[in-house]
T-cell receptor, first 115, second 116 residues
Framework: GESVGLHLPTLSVQEGDNSIINCAYS??????FIWYKQESGKGPQFIID?????DKRQGQRVTVLLNKTVKHLSLQIAATQPGDSAVYFC??????????????FGQGTTLQVKP | GAVVSQHPSRVICKSGTSVKIECRSL??????MFWYRQFPKQSLMLMAT?????????EQGVEKDKFLINHASLTLSTLTVTSAHPEDSSFYIC????????????FGAGTRLSVL
């Protein structure tokens, strides 16, 4: 079945270092991916998205990389700050759902930033 | 832009009562609204998808008579947990996507439901 999963449940990094959060997806027909950040007790917040016709997309301090060959997605955060501490979810639009906007979420990675 | 408001943020109720949660898109008209449930340290589980003026589409395993969804306008959807029981205690989150970027869902802040 369709699934989006993350390799590591928790990632601990030193403030100022770069963070890399990984995500594997199983549906090769998925054509759209999103990264969300969720702080404790709050709803997810949109970070960045990427379509399957792209390999890389950059935002402010964040970069998303998509490797369709191995069905792998990653989120890179440059110069990680304490405010980046949160749970990060990748999400994909499953095949046939582009008209509904339905998303399937991965398990999430907790990012802990050490001062 | 793309602000979604969810109310209440926290509710405590007695077993057997019903609870209504509201989800509003404040500065855009939502094509579709979604309702999720999230247990501690777990991912978001989609419960249902709702479109204005039509019946909600429920995910497999979600009881439609237990979780009533009404989508009365392009800016408001409500989730009613009927005859709540302690096992219904959870974090419920709504989201909405707009007409311009249909795949991006904007989330409310969530509602923490505790059933005693």
């Amino acid at each position: 079945g369709e699934s989006v999963g993350l390799h590591l449940p928790t990632l601990s990094v030193q403030e100022g270092d770069n963070s890399i959060i990984n995500c594997a997806y199983s549906n090769s027909a998925s054509d759209y991916f999103i990264w969300y950040k969720q702080e404790s007790g709050k709803g997810p917040q949109f970070i960045i998205d990427i379509r399957s016709n792209m390999d890389k997309r950059q935002g402010q301090r964040v970069t998303v990389l998509l490797n369709k060959t191995v069905k792998h997605l990653s989120l890179q955060i440059a110069a990680t700050q304490p405010g980046d501490s949160a749970v990060y979810f990748c999400a994909e639009t499953p095949w046939g759902s582009s008209n509904t906007g339905k998303l399937i979420f991965g398990q999430g990675t907790t990012l802990q930033v050490k001062p | 832009g793309a602000v979604v408001s969810q109310h209440p943020s926290r509710v405590i109720c007695k077993s057997g009562t019903s609870v209504k949660i509201e989800c509003r898109s404040l500065d855009f008209q939502a094509t579709t609204m979604f309702w999720y449930r999230q247990f501690p340290k777990q991912s978001l589980m989609l419960m249902a998808t709702s479109n204005e003026g039509s019946k909600a589409t429920y995910e497999q395993g979600v009881e439609k008579d237990k979780f009533l969804i009404n989508h009365a306008s392009l800016t408001l959807s409500t989730l009613t947990v009927t005859s709540a029981h302690p096992e219904d205690s959870s974090f419920y989150i709504c989201s909405a996507n707009g007409q311009r970027a249909k795949n991006i869902q904007y989330f409310g802040a969530g509602t923490r439901l505790s059933v005693l």
